[in-house]
Nanobody, 124 residues
């Protein structure tokens, strides 16, 4: 199982970025993919996730209306489109998957496999 996160960068307030999480070694259709972030000195927190089979999507209150999660099964990739970025969105962003069916946005450590992280910096 491997997850490769990419797409981070530096943008100004109000800008946009699209993060990608490329999956290999398992069926993207059958397992959820979540996006999480960790800012310096803070706990890792859930941002968004898409459920197995892509039936449902979930967002943290702080990103609702600004971020959109989607996936392309043919490319084995899950995306996080981030619009209207704010300085508080600055963090390392990670993608993860959960094989045990326990993963939710609030229980970060129930997610089983993690990508390496991609840095997002939003400056004013």
């Amino acid at each position: 199982v491997q997850l490769q996160a990419s797409g981070g960068g530096s943008v100004q307030v109000g800008g946009s970025l699209r993060l990608s999480c490329e999956a290999s070694g398992f069926s993207l259709y059958n397992y959820p993919i979540g996006w999480f972030r960790q800012a310096p000195g803070k706990e890792r927190e859930g941002v968004s996730y898409i459920s197995s089979r892509g039936i449902n999507t979930y967002y943290a209150d702080s990103v609702k209306g600004r971020f959109t999660i989607s996936r392309d099964l043919a490319k084995r990739t899950v995306y996080l489109q981030m619009n209207n970025l704010k300085p508080e969105d600055t963090a390392i962003y990670y993608c993860a998957t959960d094989f045990e069916g326990r993963g939710q946005l609030h229980n970060v450590y129930e997610w089983d496999y993690w990508g390496q992280g991609t840095q997002v910096t939003v400056s004013s």
